[in-house]
């Protein structure tokens, strides 16, 4: 605090054999606490002396704090603390029993606080304030504010999802058996119908677990909109609380839905940034094949899971057609063209391997189940929303992948299955990895981007003789028949073909159109060593147009879900209010 004597002395308890608890310093009321500066209110920078090694309150997230950290307290605002990063000169004078107290230290001499980006042996943020000699007295990021350290903190348990429940599995005694299954969570229902598969979890860097859940494949509760069945087969159901929905948990005990509209989304991955990415089935309201970016409180497109938002119910639900679920409808980022690419996708992996798996860093992995490929896709943010690409990559594995992961070797390891579903593998199961050899470039189309006239295309390698691309364009019905064919569908002129200095990227026009999706194939397209393309088509989907200007970032305005905190609570603690779902005589039919 800013006042002399507001924090009592400590008393040390005693040890657990592992860390000392520390009595908690009795802080006085607002009234009697005399402040040096009655001036300083909230926002204002206070510089303080008083240092404590501590260990935090109990970590609800996959990080860990450790080391002298600063700690002040304001009327206005929550207690607060930042670690202090000492020169490395600082640190190399302590003897090695105290070294521990000073993780983060800088070679340079000054004193630093913490961002995101690695610098030597820390984490450096921006200097926003400096004294006459130049010496950094705070810092931090100007856009998120400050950031404390993230390092790994080691769980001896694992979270798996079961039909039922989000479980955690430990370990006692260290055999390599689980010895008690914790349940998390199972605020949501099950009937027992075929099809109510649960997926994930996965994590986000506060350690919060996100998971999705399967409508049933029959039931009472249908949205046929009048239309045939299709080749694919019927309507999926909604037979128990928040299937179709993605939730988020905290802790045990927390269940948060986040999100609806979503059919058998098998597939769930968290990206290195925290968003989260679904990917979804072809059936009923889902034209094809999709990968979806996830946000708050939105619908992505089947009806039959908002009887759970209580701005609506059954018959409410029943009384809509397409056209008006289209109107708050999310479309896909990424189509995922359906046996070019994917029957039955996967969980999305990013390559965070620095060059250890070639030259795709940053970009998505996902493999299918039916087709038994990985392929490539990637995003790019127009007028504030996802849209992007895929590209096919590797086939011919021995089962149908799900689950994918790289190690720290960066090797992209699959785990597969044929049962249930026919795989093109033939095996039942497998677990398969892949590694680059470290000098071998695959000649494949790197990535595309939008442009305002119509693509550029990125080569991995120098293309040879320039080959025009052959580009076609159609779109989708939405409608609760099973799948959709294209519609709409042409074939278009390229103008103004343009292939850059280093011949690695091209660039030119067609006409463009929203809401659909493109197939920019290079037939016959060689590398100047005369090599063929690896795949030669890349799909494109475009739902908007560039603008003029991009908006600026701000947080998704969807519908609200209380005590969720998606955006608020990224750099906390979270500790959001448990919510319950609906009950179940609100949720499924009598």
């Known amino acids: 605090t800013v006042s002399p004597g507001s924090h009592l002395k400590s008393t040390l308890m005693p040890s657990d054999g592992r860390v000392h608890p520390v009595q908690a310093a009795q802080v006085p009321k607002a009234s009697d606490i005399e402040l040096i500066d009655p001036s300083l209110k909230k926002g204002d920078v206070v510089l303080m002396n008083g240092f404590l090694w501590h260990e935090p309150r109990p970590n609800y997230g996959n990080s860990d ?39 983060y230290h800088r070679g340079d001499g000054r004193f630093a606080s913490i961002e995101r980006e690695p610098v030597d042996c820390i984490e450096e943020g921006q200097v926003l304030i400096e004294d006459q000699d130049e010496k950094v007295l705070v810092l931090g990021n100007e856009a998120d504010g400050w950031h404390l350290p993230r390092f790994d903190a080691k769980e001896d348990a ?17 055999d390599g058996v689980c010895d008690r299954y914790e349940c998390v969570t199972d605020a949501f229902g099950i009937s027992g119908e075929y099809h109510e598969y649960h997926f994930g979890p996965v994590v986000d860097s506060l350690g919060r677990k996100y998971a999705s859940l399967n409508l049933a494949a029959r039931g009472e ?58 990917t979804d089935n072809q059936g009923d309201w889902v034209a094809d094949c999709a990968l979806y970016h996830v946000r708050e409180g939105n619908f992505y497109g089947h009806p039959a899971s908002l009887p759970a938002r209580p701005d609506f119910d059954k018959e409410k639900v029943l009384s809509l057609k397409a056209e008006d ?20 996708p996967g969980s999305p992996i990013w390559d965070t391997t620095k060059g250890k798996f070639g030259a795709f860093e940053g970009q998505m992995f996902i493999g299918d189940q039916r087709q038994s490929n990985y392929f490539r896709s990637g995003v790019e943010k127009v007028n504030g929303e996802y849209q992007g690409w895929c590209v096919d990559f590797l086939r011919g594995l021995d089962s149908g992948p799900v689950k994918m992961s790289f190690d720290s070797k960066g090797r992209l390891w699959s785990a597969q299955v044929g049962r249930g579903w026919f795989s093109k593998g033939g095996k039942r199961t497998a677990i398969q990895y892949v590694e680059w050899d470290g000098k071998t470039i695959p000649f494949a189309i790197h990535s595309v981007n939008l442009t305002k006239t119509g693509f550029s295309v990125k080569f991995t390698e120098r293309i040879g003789k320039k080959m025009m691309p052959e580009i076609s364009s159609w779109g989708y019905h939405y409608y609760s028949t099973y799948g959709s064919p294209p519609v709409d569908p042409k074939e278009l002129k390229v103008t103004n073909y343009q292939l850059s200095k280093d011949r690695t990227t091209v660039t030119f026009d067609i006409p463009l159109e929203e809401k659909k999706l493109y197939a920019i194939k290079f037939t016959d397209q060689k590398n100047t060593q005369a090599k063929l393309l690896d795949f030669d088509t890349i799909y494109y989907t475009l739902n908007q147009l560039l603008p003029a200007r991009e908006p600026r970032p701000g947080r998704n305005v969807g519908w609200s879900l209380v005590g ?22 609100k949720c499924s039919l009598k």
């Open 65 to 103: 704090r450790c080391g002298l950290y600063m700690k002040f307290h304001a009327k206005s605002s929550p207690p607060a603390c930042g670690p202090t990063i000492y020169p490395t000169a600082v640190y190399e004078h302590l003897s090695d029993k105290a070294k521990h107290l000073v993780p």
């Open 564 to 585: 969720s905190s998606w955006n608020r609570n990224d750099k906390n603690r979270p500790i959001p209010p448990v919510v319950s779902p609906l009950p179940i005589e």
């Open 158 to 174: 694992y979270y798996v999802s079961q039909k039922p429940e989000l479980t955690r599995l430990i370990d006692l005694n260290k």
């Open 221 to 278: 509760f249908t949205v046929p909109d009048g239309k045939p069945f299709g080749k694919g087969g019927g309507n999926m159901s909604y037979n128990s609380p928040w299937r179709g929905w993605v939730y988020r948990s905290d802790r045990k005990g927390h269940f948060q839905p986040l999100a609806s509209g979503f059919r058998s989304p098998c597939g769930i991955g968290m990206s290195p940034d925290d968003e989260l990415f679904i």
């Open 325 to 344: 679920f289209e109107k708050f409808r999310s479309p896909p980022a990424v189509w995922l063209v359906r046996e070019e690419i994917a029957n039955s």
